[in-house]
């Protein structure tokens, strides 16, 4: 199926192994974890650098940094929210492949129908519900096939992809496993044998693809059709879908569903040759309902993940702790799915430029709690994941843009399951991941180098994913158990990455892993320098998977090397820039050779020493970014392609493409020389080398291609090129030949420093090119300014004008070079004549001296080049008019202050420039000097502080003054002031009495206070203003106390001030004097309470007597604490004081101890009398003397615990006291909750009583033999029991002793028999008796199995010591199974596995090769039965050779009396009619008329139809080559097995057999004459031989297959050769194909038969499509015998009959054939006739012919007229006039010739055909009464038709 078919499922899938053995003996290795220093700790590049070559080979490794190293959590995690994902963990692994049902459908009838021609059924049906055969298919090729299915009992696995239910019953399994075998078996076969004979034929199918244009499918009445259609040029019938360009149609595909076409280099991975059977894209074969990925779930806040992520974790392992272990297997259990079905959410890939990132950030706002100095110290850590990609020495530090995930880091929020599955970093980069908090992260890596390995694994493990989607290690959606990869010798290493860890990959190393619970993560990409070779690896699977980068490779490394970089970079680098130069080199060589000759540069970075600034475009095939080079065309101007694929680009010659580059290979060498210059001297002398050798195997003289004839190599060309160069300088210039001459440059301006001398005669006639086009420019633009003064054009600057004429020598041969000089002098001389105007001060008149500048430059505005002085002589005119008009109107100027001061500075200034003497000079200096007298007068009243009356006089003197003088204008803005500040003031004072609107008040005198002291002018009411504003702020405080409450002190404070600025007598003031008496009669009762200890209720009066006071009270605030106090002590006290209770709320825990002692204590500092403090001390009381009880049953527990020595005989009395100790622990336990106190001492008994039951019973497993699981779970209690008692003896010893149970009870494990040695045994043994503590009954049991170990050997050395030939196979297995039970770890019982296992292999090999996989049948039984076929195939090779002795049945051997025998009436053969379905007429009593199967199958010849289960069959059977190895294996043992005599006697037999079947090929090969029948009975024979075999032999099988399609051949020939049957040419010439592809020979009588028959049509057909096309030119009766003649012909010639049948058709009066002039029909008798034959113009609406004419004329006419006809003088019928054109039915030129279908009925009724010849002549008659009035019937013609009567 292409792309969709299935791998070979014999290979490959989940087997036995795939469950993880984490549990079991199956362990993953840890990654290597490292502490560094605090100095290691400041470069994390550096550190990383130093322990790579170590950590490289595990892929991954865990840093652990230094104490010191806690950063703040920047991220606020009450506001945090966040996407989700969900997860479908269980879907991970065990998932089907996402395979569209339909189009497997399609496929599978398809194959039904060719494979027999069955039809599929509707429905399959399991357990009541519908099977899905496409998952069933897909589930068995992932476990690794039907057989291994069945060997390794899977289908309950299987059963998981086919339906929901986790359980299966066995029945169940069987019934699934017969409908795989009716349905699918043959499909699987099918395929597999596709799969092996795809790659035989893949040479010879490109070969063919190279002729034919696209592969098409189509579909007709169910059957599959190839269509090969050559596409013509500019016919674009289908469009990629990936490219979306319908060129290359050869290399298109098309999917046989959707009919949608993709070339095959643009698929991902690319295809190499057209796939074997059908082709089905990805989008039929994939179906979105089954499609998998993690699905995108809503927003959620971190508390509400937190809640999620808990109940998941207590669903699984409730509230206690769980081990890392069991973490592990359940998470690979619900991988492999046999948890059921479990989704997980996860928070993954989260942008931290939009979430935020964990690591603080200069950007980000300061946590409170954070103090600024650690901020800033972790914002700038190299180890904070923002800044870690740019580092000094990371090569990321040149990426401009914010790459999320690589350059950016992402934050990641897990909880329990959720999973990061396999997969490796973009462009194979490091990773580095920080564990923020939470629980730790469980990691798995392979190393990189081993990354083939791994994806090889994983496609053989999941070959139904990878066929579905072969990027599927991109999606990273995909896990697969660890173990898997281990099994199959994959390194795989684990990680458990803790808060506070750094996890590191590799580059290439693929990792997966999963959360342990709720944690935080945050992870970023970086690159050092060894990175580099990775990257590139990195960028080639992105151009082999077509996918697009996330960078450009290439420009990262060009930007790189234009850098700064570290000498660490440049060996890494070096390396990488050669090949990027070798791989441009040798791609811009083969575009050469290929001749795209047309390139240019690409156009400069504006920043090139950044990446990704400005987005390069991509290849529209491998969507690679084309920084370096690109290929364009002009007929898709906005698509380019990569140098690999130019040839894809579009359909154009070569010569139509260019290249674009960005740098020449000279610029990528010197690179390369800088890169190495920059490091250090060896570095620079090595690559230096390097590069010199570069030459030799690429340089530019090997660049050859042959150009007109003769190979020449492009620095051949380059010389020839550079002398024409030198030539066209030297020559008059031709913007033809200069064109002509750059554009062939073109070719070598790519190259390396090879062509400096072409690049610089480039820029030569660039330069020269330019000077002339220059040249001819100016002159033109002058010219045309002389001649038109076309103001609308720029004139020609002169110092362009002088660049052009000032060079060192005139490139080119120019004459409008003269004319340019002369132009450039006339502008030289008028500069002269403006400069010495200019220059001279005239004493002239003004007048004149403007004419002469006028005339000037009149001159220089008619001339068209522009010169710089023209414009200053036009400047200086102007200047001149405006400043003398400018002076006269300020003169002439009457009103107050309109001039303005600084135009006046402003002509001052310009006198200097006019260089003229003019009489407004004098008049200007006259003003000046009156405005300086002002403006000194105005300075001296500024210095000094007047009154307002001398400031108002001096305004008055100058009210007239013209001129607007600024110290002028200030006065009178101070004045102004002045009077303003007065009349604000008077209306403050008037409203200072108004008591509701002091606060105003007070605001307008404090502004009128601040404005007054700004004032320039002396003012008599500035003093009474601060006056004012005092008692008016004074009565405003007043009246706030008044109104709200104020202290005390400030009360006191107003009344004091109002005294002294006598106003205390006002009303305001006298109220608050009686507030103030008030409040101090209460001050002092307060004092007086708070001093002595009084009730609560005199407390509270005070409290209420303060309310009515309008002043804050000092001591109010003292009594109402000691209140508050009191009440908060006997809140606290309340659980203490009903703690008898018996009924107390449920939810109430124990009391603290604690506590109550602060309670008691506090009680002290109450300054109110309370009752319930003496309570509290009684209570107090008895929990001490509870504690004192503890402490002290706690001190004899740890004197026990002190015991030393342990004797036997002392044990029970040990025993006893530890009871006894534990009964007063548990009574004192018990009667402490009755206090309903939390003590500190409680968990200490409770530790201590834990401690002495694990000591009992420990002490309990010396008088039994314990199970292991109790040991271990015993010292799994005692690594949880706290450290307390761990320095006590007892504990130590009874510990020891419990260890040294453990690893006693280990080596009686079964599955640890062969892992421990005698050695270890007996040292295990005596250290038992150096143990203070021992346990006699396992020590025991120790002894007696070292001794059941030595017997077991001494059983061995008997056993060798006997005769391989006479070693009996029964008692090596005896050996092996006591050995397994009673032996240790020696070289004896490795040595009888291995033997063991060699037999039980051998004896696998046989069942395997026998067919006994998953059958109970024994080896023995099978082999007799293969050696009775073996009998029987011989026994029918005697019985051809006439040796028949018995009548058996053929098929069964058996003679059944009950059972009628069958005689087959060719081969006389008897059989069953219960074991063969024979082909006969009759019922059985028709014996003689059966025809037996092999028979019907040689004498049929349909190989497909009838000998399928003949050929199919065979391969099922043993092969002999296997038994002939499998028989010199048993010679290798060393005992005898009893199966190897017989297997001797088959391997003899099978090859008797071969022979004869050899010699019955040979037979049937040699064959050549026409007798069928000499080799069809050698064939039935040896047919019926082969099937009755049990033995395939490949060879032989091969030759009689050959004879046997030979056979077929042949009578499939004849069957073309009986006159009965008429064969199509195609036919005929794909039969006699089909013969050339079996090699039929050449004297074979059917092939000549054949060629003749195929020449002679040849020539016919050929002869026939001439004569139809000849417009008339042969003769009547010579088209009559070639269609006799083809008639005649062994071959259907149905078309060609047809088109002569149609030639011969006679038209018009001049009986011609149809030749596409225009035709006209008679509505009368049908008739066709051309238009220039009956001289028509037009097309008239109703047309008679002139013989239907005649006709109508004679019935009409007089008998004068009869008489006249009937003497036979007829003349020509006249032309008819025209009709009306608008209804008449013509013949067009285009139109086919055709009659009217009435006529045809009419016709076809009456007439009776033979050869259809009879119509044709019919057809061919003349109207009556015609020029010719009758025609003649041709006698030739009269046995081809006949007239029915």
Known sequence: MGKGRPRSVEKGGLGQNSSLGLANSICIPPAPVYYPTEDEFKDPLEFIFKIRPEAEKFGICKIVPPESWKPPFALDLGKFTFPTKAQAIHRLQVRPASCDSKTFELEYNRFLEGHGGKKAKKRVVFEGEDLDLCKLFNAVKRFGGYDRVVKEKKWGEVSKFVRSVRKISECAKHVLCQLYREHLYDYESYYSELNREGEKSDEKRCEEVDVLSSKRRGKSQGEERVELVKVEEGELDQICEQCRSGLHGEVMLLCDRCNKGWHMYCLSPPLKQIPAGNWYCFDCLNSEKDCFGFVPGRHVSLEAFRRIADRAKRRWFGSGSTSRIQLEKKF??????????VEVKYGSDLDTSVYGSGFPRITDQKPHAVKAANWDEYCASPWNLNNLPKLQGSMLRAVHHSIAGVMVPWLYIGMLFSSFCWHF??????????????????????????????????RNSLPDLFDAQPDLLFQLVTMLNPSVLQNSNVPVYSVLQEPGNFVITFPRSYHGGFNCGLNCAEAVNFAPADWLPHGGTGAELYQLYRKAPVLSHEELICVVAKTDFDSKVTPYLIKELFRIYNKEKTWRAKLWRNGIVRSSSMSPREQPQYVGVEEDPTCIICQQFLYLSAVACRCRPSTFACLEHWKHLCECKANKHRLLYRHS???????????????DYEEAALNENLQKQQPCSLGFGTFSK??????????QLADGWLLRSCKLLQMPYSIVAFANALKEAEQFLWGGSEMDSVREATRNLIDAQNWVEGVKDCVDKVESWSCHSNHAMDKVHIKHVRKLLNIAHVPCNEPEFLKLKNFAEEAEVLIQEIASALSVCPQVSVNKLIVDWEILHTKACTLGIFVEESQKLSDKLSFVKIWVDSVRKCITENSSAAIEIDTLYKLKSEVSELQIQLPEIEMLENLMRQVESCQSRCSKILDGYIGLKQFEMFLDEMNGFTVNVPELKLLRQYRNDAVSWISRFNNAVRNSQQINDLENVVSELTCIMEDGALLKIQVDELSHAEAELKKAQCRLNGLKALQCKVPLDTLQEILVEA????????????????????????????NHILSSEAQMSDFEDLIRSSEGIPIFLPTLKNVKEAVSAARSWLNKSKPFLYSGISVTPASDGLLKFETLKELVAQSELLKVCLTEKSTLQKILDNCIQWELQAYSVLDCTESLLQINDIEDGSTTGLTTTIERQIDSLELVVKTGPCLHFDFVVTQKLHDACAVLHWCLKSLSFRDIAPEIEEVLMLLEVASHLPITYASCKLWSSLVGGVNWLKNALEIFLPRNRRKFKLSYVEEVLQ???????????IASQLGNAINKHNLWLQQVQHFLSVKSGHRSSFLLFQLKEFGGTDAFNCPELEMVFSEVKRVEQWRHGCENITGLVGHVKPLPDALAEINNTIDRSLQIYDNYKGCKQEQLCVRCFCELKEQKLLTCSFCNDCYHFRCIEPTGHGDLNNLFKCICPYCDFIKSGNMARSGGRFLKKRKQWPSLNELTQMLSNAELLCVWIEERDLLCQIVEKAKLCRTRLIEAADIVLAHVDKDLNKVAEKLSTALKAVEAAGVYDHDSNCKFDLALARNSWRVRAQKLLQPSLKPTLQQIQRHLKEGSAINIPLGDHFREKLMEVKYQCVQWVDKAKKVSVDSGELELYKVYDLIMEGNNLHVDVEKELKLLHDRSMLYCICRKPYDQRAMIACDKCDEWYHFDCIKLTSPPKVYSCPACKLDTEYSSSSPSSSQERSTNKCEEPQTPSPGRPDSRRTKQPESVCRKRSKADSTENSNMSWLTGFGNLLWTNRKPFRRVARKREELDIFSPLYHVQQ
């Open 1327 to 1337: 250290k038992s008796q150096s143990n203070k503590v021992s346990f006699p009954v």
């Open 665 to 679: 290979l000279a610029e990528l060498n010197d690179l390369i020389l800088n890169a190495a210059a920059k490091g």
């Open 332 to 341: 690979w259990e619900i991988v492999e799915g046999s948890a059921g079905p």
């Open 706 to 715: 042959k150009v007109g004839g003769v190979h020449v190599t492009l620095v």
């Open 1059 to 1086: 005294k002294r600025l006598q106003i205390g007598d006002e009303r305001l003031f006298i109220n608050l004097s009686g507030v103030f008496a008030v409040a101090l009669s209460w001050e002092e009762r307060g």
């Open 425 to 458: 970093e973009d462009h194979c980069f490091y990773s580095m991941n920080y564990h923020h908090w939470g629980e730790p992260k469980c990691w798995y890596s392979v190393p990189g180098r081993e990354a083939s390995a791994f994806e090889k694994v994983m």
